[in-house]
C-alpha cells in the first residue's frame, strides 16, 4: 500500500458526444448541488467531468461564477499548438478555458481515428506544453489478450506515450479494456488489478519510483455504482473513468460518493 496514502481517488466522467451547452450547465447545476447535499469532500474523492468541446465555455463560466470544486477538460486535443489544422482543438485553447485535465488516446480515437501511440505520444507532449494533465488511456481488445495475456498490450502502448515524459510529470493513466467498453461487461477487480500494478511497474522504470506511486490509475469500462467500490479496493486502482453512468445523475453522483454508499 505504499504511496496509496497520497493517492487522491478521481471519478472521471467522459459524456462522449452528449449533452449540448445547455444540458451542460443544467447536469453540472444539478451534480454540484447533489453532491453538496450529500457532504462531499472534494479532497477525499476529486470529480472531474470531459463535456464535449461546444459545452467547455459554458461550464467553465458556470464553474468560476458558483465556485464549484469540479474539474473539467477535453475529451482530445490536437499534437499542433496552432496553424492550418482545420476541425482540430488546440492544448492552448484549454488552458485558455482552465481546463486542467485531456482525454489522450481514448479506445474510441484509436479504433475510429486510427490514432497509433506514436500520435498519442505526440499529444501527451502538447498537454503537457500547455499544463494540461494527460488522462492517457491505454487498453486491450478481446482478440489482443487472447493473443498476448493481460498487460503486454497497454504496457506496450504507455511505454511510447510516455517517451519524452519527464521523470516528474503530473499524469493519469486510465486502463480500458476495449473488450468492456460499453458491453456491460467490466473487467473483475483483480484483472483491473493486475493490469494497473504493471503500469505502476512501467511508470517507476521509465519515469521514477515517486512519480510512479503519485500517478493515479483509473479503471474504466462498464464502471457503475455497484461495481465501483470492488475496483477502488484494489491496491493500485486510484478512480475510474465513467461513460455511459456518467451522464444518469443519480449514478454518476452515486459513484462519486462510492466510499459513503458502501463502506468502502
Known amino acids: 500500500m505504499a504511496g496509496q496514502v497520497n493517492r487522491v481517488p478521481l471519478i472521471a466522467g467522459n459524456w462522449k458526444m452528449n449533452l449540448d451547452h445547455l444540458q451542460a450547465i443544467a447536469f453540472v447545476q444539478k451534480l454540484a448541488w447533489t453532491l453538496k447535499d450529500a457532504g462531499h469532500d472534494y479532497g477525499e474523492t476529486e470529480v472531474a467531468l470531459f463535456p464535449p468541446f461546444t459545452d467547455l465555455r459554458s461550464v467553465q463560466t458556470l464553474v468560476a461564477a458558483?465556485?464549484?470544486q469540479l474539474a473539467y477538460g477535453g475529451q482530445d486535443l490536437s499534437a499542433h499548438d496552432s496553424g492550418a489544422y482545420t476541425g482540430e482543438i488546440s492544448g492552448a485553447f484549454l488552458s485558455s478555458l482552465d481546463a486542467k485535465y485531456v482525454i489522450i488516446g481514448h479506445s474510441e480515437r484509436r479504433s475510429y481515428h486510427g490514432e497509433t501511440d506514436e500520435i498519442v505520444a505526440a499529444k501527451v507532449q502538447a498537454a503537457l506544453r500547455h499544463g494540461l494533465v494527460p488522462v492517457i488511456c491505454v487498453g486491450e481488445t478481446a482478440e489482443d489478450l487472447e493473443a498476448h495475456g493481460p498487460s503486454a498490450v497497454p504496457v506496450a502502448q504507455l511505454r511510447v506515450a510516455l517517451e519524452g515524459v519527464p521523470a516528474d510529470a503530473d499524469i493519469v493513466v486510465a486502463y480500458e479494456p476495449v473488450w468492456a467498453i460499453g458491453s456491460g461487461q467490466a473487467a473483475t477487480p483483480e484483472q483491473a488489478q493486475q493490469v494497473a500494478g504493471a503500469i505502476r511497474a512501467l511508470l517507476a522504470e521509465i519515469l521514477s519510483a515517486e512519480t510512479a506511486a503519485a500517478t493515479r490509475i483509473l479503471y474504466g469500462g462498464s464502471v457503475?455504482?455497484?461495481n465501483i467500490a470492488g475496483?477502488?479496493?484494489?491496491?493500485?486502482?486510484?478512480?475510474?473513468?465513467?461513460?455511459?453512468?456518467?451522464?444518469?445523475?443519480?449514478?454518476?453522483?452515486?459513484?462519486?460518493?462510492?466510499?459513503?454508499?458502501?463502506?468502502?
Open 66 to 68: 458558483d465556485k464549484y
Open 224 to 226: 457503475k455504482s455497484g
Open 231 to 264: 475496483f477502488l479496493r484494489e491496491q493500485d486502482v486510484d478512480g475510474a473513468l465513467v461513460g455511459g453512468a456518467s451522464l444518469d445523475l443519480a449514478e454518476f453522483s452515486s459513484i462519486v460518493r462510492f466510499k459513503k454508499h458502501v463502506g468502502a
